[in-house]
């Protein structure tokens, strides 16, 4: 028999671990970077929910130009919280100059020019914690680390020193912030790196070669339900799955985990 999320139930349930870990290291303050997106917009209500709005430092770090910070300011407005924006741009260029004067072109390199900037935000997290105190909250989910070669940025945006969604798919997320009472069209907008011009979706259906690749599709294969992956299809994600894994044995954060199968972690 299928399965049901409830998701009041574990939105109740992140929040009674997030109170338990804070409360054993004496913390009770958070750093959140907030990108526009679901995860960093749920994972900010939750840390106001849990810390109280005040203790919860909302951090927008556009590179240049970000097409979307309306919506960052959208959710740190709807939580509460005090923010500040730091943009990333003179550093991320001060580094690329650095390369080029050392003889090197790092923009030829794709990974360069998508992995570098979650790197400087991740300092830039964490420079803040120093000034402010707090713990750096990861804002991934099960969804993107299930995904092929696991959707995240190793040191980068998979970093923190407390995970609040990582036992989640994308389609439980959504859930836990309807549950929250957050604002529909930021809980439901589709996942975008806002690096590459495609959704990360687009992103991993040309580079898997699986046709209309949706997380919707993927998480229903990551509960164990039934989906609509040919078997071929469901062997190249678990070949994907089996790359990507090392990020989370490198970066080990502390997380609530809930009792719901994984395909990935039973196969």
Known sequence: MEYKFDAAR??????????????????????????????????????????????????????????????????????????????????????????????????????FRTNTPARIRMTTLYGLSAIEGGLVLNTCNLSEDCAPGNYSTLFGDNAGSYSTLQGFTVTEVRAIGDVLGMPVDLVHKTPDDGMCGFSDEENISRQTGINGFTYQRFDRLIRMLDHDFNPEEVAVLRKGFTGGKFKNEIVRIPHYVPDLPNFFESN
């Open 10 to 111: 574990e939105a109740a349930n992140i929040k009674q671990h997030m109170t338990g870990y804070f409360s054993s290291i004496y913390c009770t303050k958070a750093i959140v970077g907030v990108s526009g997106g679901k995860d960093s917009a749920v994972t900010l209500k939750l840390a106001c929910d849990v810390l109280g709005k005040e203790n919860v430092l909302g951090v927008m770090m556009p590179n240049g130009y970000q097409k979307d910070i309306s919506d960052s300011k959208k959710v740190i407005e709807f939580c509460g919280c005090p923010s500040v924006e730091i943009n990333i741009a003179e550093a991320y260029n001060g580094l690329v100059a650095a390369f080029e004067k050392s003889g090197k072109s790092p923009l030829e390199f794709k990974t």
